[in-house]
């Protein structure tokens, strides 16, 4: 395709992927799965009970997307770089209880101690965790330092309370 002038399409090399609305989905089926960031806004698909998903280091603007393929089990993670941190809200339901609960940290709190909020934990079957199939989370790179989450999140664990998704690895 070529340029138009005065350079109106700066997404020459990608406008026949933009214009028909695909999105990039990468697999993981074993281990520790390294995601680049030329994969930004990539659909990233777990289908590892206790797979890990190691971001690249936060740049503003960057984005993925998690879904999970199976239940998760103790071990699941997501784990940002060495000196950046998670921060959102992520919400969790119950299968077993009509219950909800959430955890919510602010980005002065996660970026104050990122080593404290360095950590996505998962596992289907807990109190304060989550994971199952068909759950997803999201994340944004906000700036160098912090990725914001968001996500719809459930547990086969009896009345979820104090989730602690988001922690120190």
Same mark, same amino acid.
């Given at each position: 395709?070529?340029?138009?002038?005065?350079?109106? +399409?700066?997404?020459? @090399?990608?406008? @026949?992927?933009?214009?028909?609305?695909?999105?990039?989905? #990468? /697999?993981?089926?074993?281990?520790?799965? +390294?995601? @680049?960031? &030329?994969? =930004?806004?990539?659909? *990233?698909?777990?289908?590892?009970?206790?797979?890990? %998903?190691?971001?690249?280091?936060? &740049?503003?603007?960057?984005?993925?997307?998690?879904?999970?393929?199976?239940?998760?089990?103790?071990? !699941?993670?997501? #784990? !940002?770089?060495?000196?950046?941190?998670?921060?959102? /809200? #992520? +919400?969790?339901?119950? $299968? $077993?209880?009509?219950?909800? =609960? !959430?955890?919510? *940290?602010?980005?002065?709190?996660?970026?104050? $101690? %990122?080593?404290?909020?360095? /950590?996505?934990?998962?596992?289907?079957?807990?109190? $304060?965790?989550?994971?199952?199939?068909?759950?997803?989370?999201?994340?944004?790179?906000?700036?160098? /330092?912090?990725?914001?989450?968001?996500?719809? #999140?459930?547990?086969?664990? @009896?009345?979820?309370?104090?989730?602690?998704? *988001? +922690? !120190?690895?």
């Amino acid at each position: 395709m070529a340029n138009p002038m005065y350079g109106q +399409n700066k997404f020459d @090399n990608d406008a @026949n992927v933009f214009s028909v609305g695909k999105t990039n989905v #990468l /697999t993981t089926t074993a281990g520790t799965f +390294n995601v @680049n960031a &030329e994969d =930004s806004g990539a659909i *990233i698909f777990v289908n590892d009970a206790d797979g890990v %998903v190691q971001l690249p280091a936060a &740049e503003a603007g960057l984005q993925f997307k998690v879904v999970f393929g199976i239940d998760t089990t103790a071990g !699941a993670k997501i #784990l !940002a770089k060495s000196g950046d941190c998670f921060f959102g /809200t #992520l +919400n969790v339901n119950s $299968t $077993t209880k009509a219950k909800c =609960s !959430a955890q919510s *940290i602010d980005h002065a709190t996660a970026i104050g $101690t %990122v080593a404290s909020y360095d /950590t996505l934990d998962f596992t289907h079957d807990s109190q $304060t965790l989550a994971g199952k199939a068909g759950d997803f989370v999201e994340l944004i790179a906000i700036d160098a /330092t912090a990725w914001m989450v968001s996500g719809a #999140l459930v547990t086969d664990g @009896n009345d979820p309370d104090a989730i602690a998704i *988001i +922690n !120190a690895s």
